[in-house]
C-alpha cells in the first residue's frame, strides 16, 4: 500500500479513535461534573497534573524510537520495554514516598491519598508502550482505535456509577485507573508480541541517545502547559481549578478530535520521506487542509461557548463559559505548532525542538505567574497567547531547518483566518439579536447555523482558490466515501470537476 494510502487511511482511523472516544468522554464528563461540586473535580485535576508529567517519564518516548528504527528487531523492542518496566518501577515508589507526603503537607491530604493511588498508571504506561510503537510502526491504527473507545466508554460508565452512589473524588480515581488498564490489556492483545529475555547495552545506549531529547522535550512541553494548572490550583484553590478543567475539556475534546489524526499519523508518514524538501512540502499541505477544516470549529465554539457551557453543564459552571472562549481563539496557532512538531521530529532535529520548548517554560512560567495573579479569565488569555509565541519560534526554525519563510506558512494561513474573524463575529450577532427568552439549544442551532453559512460563502467566493485547491489536496487524502461532500462544495463554488 503506498505511502499516501497508508496515510489516508490511517487518519481516517484516528480519527474514528479520537472522535469516538471523545465524544463518549464529554458526555461521560458532563454527567460526572454536574454530580460532583468544582472543589472535588479540581482536587482530582491537581493530582492529574503530576500523573500526567510521569506518564510521559514512564513512555520515555520509546514508542517513537520503535517507529523509527529502520527494521523492527525483537532483542530492541525487548530492550526498550525493559527500560520502560525500571522507569516506572522508580517513578511508582519516587510518587508513593515522596510525592504524596509533600502534597499531603503543602496543598491537600486528600490531593495526596488520589496521587499515590494513580502512580499504577506508570507501570501500565510503561507495559503497553513498545506495543503502542509496534502498532504505529505498522499502521495498525485500527487496533489503536478500538482501545481508545473501549477503554473511554467502560471506565466511563463506572466513573457515573460511581459519582451517582457518591463516591465523589473516588469515582474520578477509578475512571482513570480502568481506561489506562483496558487500554494497556487491548494494546498487548493486537500488537501480538511478548518481550524475550533478552537485554542488549548496545541497544539501551540507542535508546537512551534517541530518547532522552524527546522525553526532555516532551516533558518540558508538558510543565509549560500544566504549569497554569499548578498556578491556579496552589492560588486560586482547587474549585477554581475545576471551573479550568471544564471550561477546557470541550476545547481539549474537540482538538483530540481534529488534531490527534494529523498527529499520530503524520510523524509516521514523514519519517519515511527521506528528503527535507518532500517533508516540507507535505508538511505545508496538511497545514493547509488543517486550518480549513479545523480553524473554524475553535473560533465557532469561542462564539458559543457561555451558551454551551449553560447548557450542558448548568448554571453552577457559568463563570466557566467565558473562560472556555478565551482557550478556544489560543488552539488556532497549535494546529500549525502540531504539524511543525512532526516535521521536527521526522527530520530527526529533536535537539531544536527541546530549545523551543525550554524558551516556552520561561515563557509559560512568566504569562502563567503574573496572569494569575489577576484571576482566572486572565489567566485563560495567557494560556492562550502562549500557543501564538510558540508558533513564532517554530516558524524561525522552520524558515532555518527546511528553507520555508514564516511568510510562507502565514499567507497559507490568513483566507481561513479571515473568514473564521467573521464567521465568529456573524454567529455571535446572531446570538446577541435573539429574544432572551430563547431556549439555548435554539440559540446555539442558530449561532452554528449562521457560523457554518458565513464561513462557506466567504470561503467559496472571496477566496475561492484557495478553497478549491484545499478540496483538491483533501481528496488525495480523505476515503472516496467523501467524495460526493467535496463535489457538493465545489458546485458551491461553481467549479465543475
Known sequence: MSLKKNLGRSTIWMSISASGTSIVSFFIFIIISRLLDPEQIGLVAFALIFIEFGKLVAHAGMSRAIVQYPVWDDAFAATAFYLNIGVGLALCL???LVGGPLTSTYYDPLAADVLQVLTAIFLMEAIKTVSEGKLQREFSFKAIAIRTVVGSLVSGVVGVWLAYNDFGVWA?????????????IITVHYAHWLPKLTFSREYSRHLIRFSAPILGAQCLGNLSSKIYEFFVGVFLGPAALGFMKVAGRAVYILQDIVLQPFDKTLLSALSRLESPAAQASATLRVIRISAFLTFPAFFGLAAVAPDFILLAFG?????????MTAISLGIPPMVVNTQ?????LAGSYVTTLLRIVMVMVVVNAALG??????GLLMAAIGFSLRNYVALALYLVKLRKRYGVSPTTVLKSLIPTTIACTAMTLAAAGAGYLLPESTVLLVKILVMVSVGVMTYLAIMLTVFRRESLNAIEEMRDILPKKLAPVLAVLERLSGQRH
Request: net charge neutral; no cysteine; aromatic share 16%.
Open 94 to 96: 519516587l510518587f508513593v
Open 172 to 184: 474520578l480515581v477509578w475512571q482513570q485507573l480502568i481506561n489506562q488498564f483496558l487500554q494497556m
Open 315 to 323: 448554571e453552577k459552571w457559568e463563570t466557566a463559559g467565558i473562560l
Open 340 to 344: 511543525l512538531r512532526s516535521i521536527m
Open 369 to 374: 505567574y503574573i496572569t494569575v495573579s489577576f
